[in-house]
């Protein structure tokens, strides 16, 4: 694209106030910002003077920033590309604050790119053993922007409010990233005194990314219930094409769901081989109570579990499959409510596991006091004695 052509086009729609075409052309990483540099470079114009001429002030300084942001990233200079990116953003804010809803794609591309940028920063300066601190001075930059969204009093209709969900979304991937999970916290409670529309009136992809990363914090304080919520509403209302997306929340929604002995369908398991693989040994230790199985694939999958961070909610599940084999030792005695310790010693030494008595006695007080079985023990008889009525209640 001819550079002047690419001026006269930025002009028009600052003019029209057409924000999605406005943000293609600002887009770092975009075509039309990419092809207008090229075209600067085969004519030999220097940009910033025919920017300075040409774009009323302060989208002048925006552009300016933007063009050697590119010339940076020509040079393979990641650590300039970011800072004159950040410069970028600092000078759309002045706009930011005045403008109304139409400019709210622009925010979310300029935002976008620095998020981006400030992470391909810190790549490269770790790789050179320097301080990585782009994404942190990021983050600040984003929470001016969600500030700018959140506080604007404005006619609804026409507010940046309707920005809020998508800049939450970007701090809540720099503060994960950072592994700052505390500021997400205070971010939570910053969203609820700022007076917003329902959460349901905003764009589905902005509800799905917000659901994701309140899961995973609930999944990182072990409120695994709680996690699961917020996963399944990202899941499902995930777009079906984002394959990838889905999978994403799968991966964390599945280990909520076995902490709480539900069992995700094999059809749904098929879908996504790389999941099966991981997946697939858990659901079948928990539906037959093969303890032993379940140990074998905790052992097998450790080092993918505890990369992605789940490795805790499955070890925590390995109780289901033990509440599953005591209840089929207790369908195998024709649903007595008196069993002897020795015959889930038994039943134990069937999967594989050779337990003494005792260990056996304190499994079963485990399940008793997690309210998995309804009963008591009677230590002097070496029995187990369960409920009458509903000795194995609803998983909760």
């Given at each position: 694209m001819?550079?002047?052509r690419?001026?006269?086009?930025?002009?028009?729609?600052?003019?029209?106030?057409?924000?999605?075409?406005?943000?293609?052309?600002?887009?770092v990483?975009?075509t039309?910002?990419?092809?207008a540099w090229?075209?600067?470079?085969?004519?030999?114009?220097?940009?910033?003077a025919?920017i300075r001429e040409?774009?009323?002030?302060?989208?002048?300084?925006?552009v300016?920033?933007?063009?050697?942001?590119q010339?940076?990233?020509?040079?393979?200079?990641?650590?300039l590309?970011?800072e004159?990116q950040a410069?970028?953003?600092?000078s759309?804010?002045?706009?930011?604050?005045?403008?109304?809803?139409?400019?709210?794609p622009?925010?979310?591309?300029?935002?976008?790119n620095?998020y981006?940028?400030?992470?391909?920063a810190?790549?490269s300066l770790?790789?050179?053993?320097?301080?990585?601190d782009?994404?942190e001075?990021?983050?600040?930059?984003?929470?001016?922007?969600?500030?700018?969204?959140?506080?604007d009093?404005?006619?609804l209709?026409?507010?940046?409010?309707?920005?809020?969900?998508?800049m939450v979304?970007?701090?809540?991937?720099?503060?994960?990233?950072?592994?700052t999970?505390?500021?997400?916290?205070?971010l939570?409670?910053?969203?609820?005194?700022a007076?917003l529309?329902?959460?349901?009136?905003?764009?589905?992809a902005?509800?799905?990314?917000?659901?994701?990363y309140?899961?995973?914090?609930r999944?990182y304080?072990?409120?695994?219930?709680?996690?699961?919520?917020?996963?399944r509403?990202?899941?499902?209302?995930?777009?079906?094409?984002?394959?990838?997306?889905?999978?994403?929340?799968?991966?964390?929604?599945i280990?909520?769901?076995?902490?709480?002995?539900?069992?995700?369908?094999?059809?749904?398991l098929?879908?996504?081989?790389?999941?099966?693989?991981i997946?697939?040994?858990?659901?079948?230790?928990?539906?037959?109570?093969?303890i032993?199985?379940?140990?074998?694939?905790?052992?097998?999958?450790?080092h993918?579990?505890?990369r992605?961070?789940?490795?805790?909610?499955l070890?925590?599940?390995r109780?289901i499959?033990?509440?599953?084999?005591?209840?089929?030792?207790?369908?195998?005695?024709?649903?007595?409510?008196?069993?002897?310790f020795?015959?889930?010693?038994?039943?134990?030494?069937?999967?594989g596991m050779?337990?003494?008595?005792?260990?056996?006695e304190?499994?079963?007080?485990?399940?008793?006091n997690t309210?998995l079985?309804r009963?008591?023990?009677?230590h002097?008889?070496?029995?187990?004695v369960?409920?009458?009525?509903n000795p194995?209640?609803?998983?909760q």
């Amino acid at each position: 694209m001819k550079f002047d052509r690419y001026l006269l086009s930025l002009n028009s729609n600052i003019y029209n106030r057409n924000g999605p075409h406005l943000a293609l052309y600002l887009d770092v990483f975009g075509t039309q910002c990419s092809s207008a540099w090229q075209g600067c470079q085969k004519q030999r114009i220097i940009p910033e003077a025919a920017i300075r001429e040409q774009l009323l002030s302060p989208w002048d300084d925006v552009v300016v920033h933007l063009f050697n942001c590119q010339q940076a990233l020509d040079q393979g200079d990641l650590v300039l590309g970011y800072e004159e990116q950040a410069a970028a953003v600092i000078s759309f804010n002045r706009i930011f604050a005045e403008e109304p809803r139409w400019i709210l794609p622009v925010a979310y591309t300029l935002n976008r790119n620095v998020y981006q940028l400030a992470g391909l920063a810190d790549r490269s300066l770790t790789k050179r053993e320097l301080k990585a601190d782009k994404l942190e001075d990021a983050g600040r930059l984003l929470n001016r922007g969600f500030t700018l969204c959140a506080t604007d009093r404005g006619a609804l209709s026409v507010s940046r409010k309707w920005g809020t969900y998508y800049m939450v979304g970007l701090l809540f991937k720099t503060y994960f990233r950072l592994k700052t999970y505390n500021l997400c916290t205070t971010l939570m409670r910053t969203m609820k005194m700022a007076e917003l529309p329902h959460m349901e009136e905003f764009p589905r992809a902005h509800q799905v990314t917000f659901k994701y990363y309140q899961g995973l914090l609930r999944f990182y304080h072990e409120d695994f219930p709680e996690a699961e919520r917020h996963f399944r509403f990202a899941f499902e209302h995930c777009y079906y094409k984002h394959r990838a997306n889905k999978e994403r929340v799968l991966a964390y929604l599945i280990p909520t769901m076995l902490y709480r002995g539900i069992l995700p369908k094999d059809t749904l398991l098929a879908r996504y081989p790389r999941l099966n693989a991981i997946y697939q040994p858990f659901v079948q230790a928990l539906r037959t109570g093969n303890i032993k199985a379940f140990d074998n694939a905790l052992v097998d999958n450790e080092h993918v579990l505890l990369r992605q961070g789940t490795y805790l909610a499955l070890e925590q599940a390995r109780k289901i499959a033990v509440r599953t084999l005591f209840k089929r030792t207790y369908l195998v005695f024709n649903k007595s409510s008196r069993l002897p310790f020795s015959s889930f010693q038994a039943a134990l030494a069937f999967v594989g596991m050779r337990v003494p008595l005792a260990e056996v006695e304190c499994m079963l007080a485990g399940m008793i006091n997690t309210n998995l079985v309804r009963g008591y023990l009677s230590h002097d008889k070496q029995m187990v004695v369960l409920s009458n009525q509903n000795p194995f209640p609803k998983l909760q």
